[in-house]
């Protein structure tokens, strides 16, 4: 599976901001694909994902962002509102066949995108 995220861009805090995952895989309904992101100084962290019929979320992400999949386009977006200046990452979108329980385990996911970068005024 090849991942190809885009979206990113700079913001003022407050407003928002949609990435886009485009995956090339003829079973592409059949993984689980997941955002990611890293900031400046730090490890990579859990955005959000989405199953086959289920969306997660971290607890910084509740309420602000929502995760979405189009099955027949190959791409899963992430629409972020609300966007506060610790929003600022590098984000990745990630896919893998996995159980959802494992859906906010860094290691669990095998493809990976290359990542866009989100900068968020303050």
């Known amino acids: 599976v090849q991942l190809q995220a885009s979206g990113g861009g700079l913001v003022q805090a407050g407003n928002s901001l949609r990435l886009s995952c485009a995956a090339s895989?003829?079973?592409?309904?059949?993984?689980?694909v997941g955002w990611f992101r890293q900031a400046p100084g730090k490890g990579r962290e859990f955005v959000a994902a989405?199953?086959?019929?289920?969306?997660f979320y971290a607890d910084s992400a509740k309420g602000r962002f929502i995760i979405s999949r189009d099955n027949a386009a190959s791409t899963v977006n992430l629409q972020m509102n609300s966007l506060k200046a610790e929003d600022t990452a590098v984000y990745y979108c990630?896919?893998?066949?996995?159980?959802?329980?494992?859906?906010?385990?860094?290691?669990?996911?095998?493809?990976w995108g290359q990542g866009t970068l989100v900068t968020v005024s303050s």
């Open positions: 989405v199953s086959a019929g289920s969306t």
């Open positions: 895989s003829h079973s592409f309904r059949s993984y689980s």
């Open positions: 990630a896919a893998q066949l996995l159980r959802t329980s494992l859906v906010m385990v860094e290691s669990a996911w095998g493809y």
